[in-house]
């Protein structure tokens, strides 16, 4: 008998999920932004969500969860219920880096599901007009000259613009000081005004306020220039070599997400990459997008899990503290 009832009970509640999974979503979906509001993570999810909602028939409310360098709204997303209702948009830092430095608690692989990787986008390096250097190779004597004295700007310990800054600072040989704010949007708002050296940033972020002259650029920190910006040279052509660091961007659920309700979301993020009104906005402002073949679960995870292997031994050789 009661083994009866346990598997009536197991079918029941079988049918209520795969009925709540035909159904999904029946209610708005949140997407936790681990970073301030008008920042590129923001950017992201406001241009994709927006998309999706005309996929998935109901809104993507985006909620800033900062600090920490984007650990607290990771933290947020991944304790959320796994019923498709939260979703977590982070990038290398929040959802590769972040697990060498920090004790989180719980595991940025095993404890999330993969939905797909949305964009990857150099940084480049950008400082305040003041800063008497032309170019990169002049940046870099000015940098020595005041070892330890220059700002830079940061989303936070672990953030990209922060591991992109302590890549930076190790290929020149030099300290910079590191100013942590919660998110590049209000890093960036202090370099135009002034108030902070440089920031190693995601081009996504200041390319529209180089063009617009209130900040200077130095190089792409990749091997090819981007199309928005051509006048901005390359690292590798401006006497940087090497310093390459893409920061590539992704979407995941709390593990034990129903696959039906994972399928759905890649469906519409897949549909949002694939819109040339989507493309045109990344295109503006430096963002790739990965090709169709990369945008499944699978890849996201296989991509995660390499940069795991990557980057953890190189950041925690470097010390990197929280405090
Ligand atoms: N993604 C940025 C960083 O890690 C922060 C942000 O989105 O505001 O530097």
């Known amino acids: 008998m009661k083994r009866l009832t346990v598997a009536v009970v ?39 969500g927006e998309r999706m909602r005309q996929s998935l028939g109901q809104t993507i409310l985006v909620e800033n969860v900062t600090g920490a360098g984007g650990t607290l709204g990771v933290a947020r997303a991944v304790h959320a219920a796994p019923d498709g209702y939260t979703l977590s948009i982070g990038h290398l830092g929040t959802h590769v880096v972040n697990g060498a430095i920090y004790p989180l608690g719980f595991d940025l692989v095993n404890d999330f ?39 830079a700007g940061t989303a936070g310990v672990g953030s990209g613009s922060h591991f ?11 300290k910079l000081q590191f100013v942590p704010y919660r998110g590049t949007a209000p890093a960036l708002q202090d370099l ?12 996504s972020n200041s390319l529209p306020q180089v063009q ?24 590798d052509e401006a006497g940087l070599p090497g310093f390459h660091i893409e920061l590539w961007s ?44 990369q945008q499944t679960p699978e890849a996201l995870a296989a991509h995660q899990q390499a940069e795991v292997k990557k980057w953890w031994p190189m950041i925690k050789a470097a010390n990197i503290k929280v405090q």
Do not use: C, H
Not at 117 to 136: F, G, H, R, T, Y
Not at 217 to 234: E, F, L, M, N
């Open 212 to 235: 617009a002259g209130k900040i200077r650029a130095y190089g792409i920190a990749s091997t090819k220039r981007v199309p928005a910006a051509p006048a901005v040279p390359t690292v």
């Open 10 to 48: 197991a079918m029941m509640l079988a049918l209520v999920t795969s009925a709540g999974a035909q159904n999904y979503p029946l209610k708005p979906i949140t997407i936790i932004v681990p970073f301030a509001a008008g920042g590129p993570t923001d950017a992201l999810a406001r241009v994709l």
């Open 250 to 293: 992704g979407i995941w659920v709390p593990k034990g997400t129903p696959k039906d309700i994972v399928a759905k979301l890649n469906a519409a993020v897949v549909d949002a990459l694939a819109d040339p009104a989507v493309r045109k906005r990344f295109a503006e402002v430096g963002l790739d997008v990965p090709p169709r073949a």
């Open 164 to 174: 992109a800054g302590v890549y930076f600072e190790q290929l020149i040989g030099v």
């Open 192 to 203: 135009v005004a002034g108030q902070i050296d440089l920031i190693v940033d995601q081009a």
């Open 113 to 151: 599901d993969p939905v797909a990787e949305i964009s990857s986008n150099p940084m480049l390096i950008v400082s305040k007009n003041d800063v008497p250097a032309k170019n990169l190779k002049e940046l870099i004597a000015w940098i020595k000259a005041n070892d330890g004295k220059v700002s």
